[in-house]
């Protein structure tokens, strides 16, 4: 059996290499930012697990994805919130046993690295499945888009995912520290605005119309997290 090495490559660099970069850039030199990374993807796992048991509780509703969509969106949100104040008390606790505290807890630094590891988790558990398929033979198209692959679709829409992670981590760390329930409002709703847009697929519409969308709203949601950090722009830059 033939295995076409080139788009399983192709389509794996698309989905991970943004990530793989940011992890190397931020994390890989210091086993404390691993560990966060690991923990913060540990807490995404801890909000799918919930949504999974809602899903199976709440029989009549389970074939209506929607209802499954709102509420592991909830669920993510709030696990996000519960891991940074679980960092902030981290934090607070080796400040009173040590003197020497590191600067990954402190900072754009810890959210940047948090919300890596929420968007690889999640970006490994929406497209995995995907790849192991792009390695051939053949190739499927959805039937909204019978140009595009669905490998190349998954692939872009798993990156953006990962970079709207870490924007909506560095905004939600910022929501809690300041108790601003306007930009964790923020945060939730545009994450449920882009989950709502892979609907679209189900609909037989263009899974490029929802890439599309899904990338603008990484740009708005990007440029929003800059702005929020460029008060001061220099500690913003130190995370890489």
Not at 152 to 181: D, F, I, P, R
Request: aromatic share 12%; hydrophobic share 55%.
């Amino acid at each position: 059996m033939a295995v076409n090495w080139l788009p399983f490559l192709g389509c794996l660099s698309i989905a991970f290499g943004p990530s793989v970069t940011l992890f190397f850039l931020t994390a890989a030199k210091e086993a404390q930012a691993v560990i966060l990374l690991i923990t913060s993807a540990f807490f995404w796992l801890l909000s799918l697990l919930l949504s999974s048991l809602v899903w199976l509780a709440v029989y009549p509703l389970r074939k209506h994805l929607a209802f499954t969509l709102v509420f592991s969106v909830v669920f993510q949100e709030a696990f996000r919130i519960l891991f940074v104040l679980l960092v902030k008390r981290t934090n607070t606790a080796l400040s009173r046993i040590s003197r020497e505290t590191t600067d990954l807890f402190h900072g754009p630094r810890y959210s940047v690295v948090s919300g890596l590891g929420y968007g690889v988790m999640s970006a490994m558990f929406m497209y995995v499945n995907v790849l192991a398929e792009a390695s051939g033979p053949g190739t499927f198209y959805t039937p909204g888009s019978p140009s595009m692959p669905i490998f190349v679709s998954g692939a872009l829409q798993a990156s953006a995912m990962t970079g709207l992670h870490v924007c909506w981590s560095l905004l939600c760390s910022e929501g809690v520290e300041k108790k601003s329930l306007p930009l964790l409002a923020s945060v939730l709703t545009s994450h449920m605005l882009v989950s709502a847009l892979t609907l679209l697929n189900e609909a037989g519409i263009s899974p490029i119309f929802s890439i599309l969308c899904c990338y603008a709203v990484l740009a708005v949601v990007g440029v929003f997290t800059f702005r929020r950090f460029a008060g001061n722009i220099k500690p913003f830059f130190k995370v890489l």
